[in-house]
Nanobody, 115 residues
Framework: QVQLVESGGGLVQPGGSLRLSCVAS??????MGWYRQAPGKQRELVAT???????DYADSVKGRFTISRDNAKNTVNLQMNSLRPEDTAVYYC???????????WGQGTQVTVSS
């Protein structure tokens, strides 16, 4: 059974930084990443990283956020710098199993950017 455990959300002032972490268990994962959902909006991709290191970022976070991954430890992190109020959302860890393509989600962690 796949389990994703997130940590690192919180309240930060505009321009500040936060680091989100996710530990996955229960499989070998092809793609791991982060999505977010703001109130009243659909869930959207933030950043993903494949097992071989290919990354994908939403245009809105390019140059500010960095995704990293440790395949051996099944962890994926998101370093968020220069945070803006519009980054406020619940952030979800996502992992796709390598062979089956099974998609799993974490429970979500709140990120609030406000002065």
């Amino acid at each position: 059974q796949v389990q994703l455990v997130e940590s690192g959300g919180g309240l930060v002032q505009p321009g500040g930084s936060l680091r989100l972490s996710c530990v996955a268990s229960g499989g070998i994962f092809g793609v791991m990443g982060w999505y977010r959902q703001a109130p009243g909006k659909q869930r959207e991709l933030v950043a993903t990283k494949t097992r071989d290191g290919t990354t994908d970022y939403a245009d809105s976070v390019k140059g500010r956020f960095t995704i990293s991954r440790d395949n051996a430890k099944n962890t994926v992190n998101l370093q968020m710098n220069s945070l803006r109020p519009e980054d406020t959302a619940v952030y979800y860890c996502n992992a796709v199993k390598l062979v089956s393509g099974w998609i799993s989600w974490g429970q979500g962690t709140q990120v609030t950017v406000s002065s």
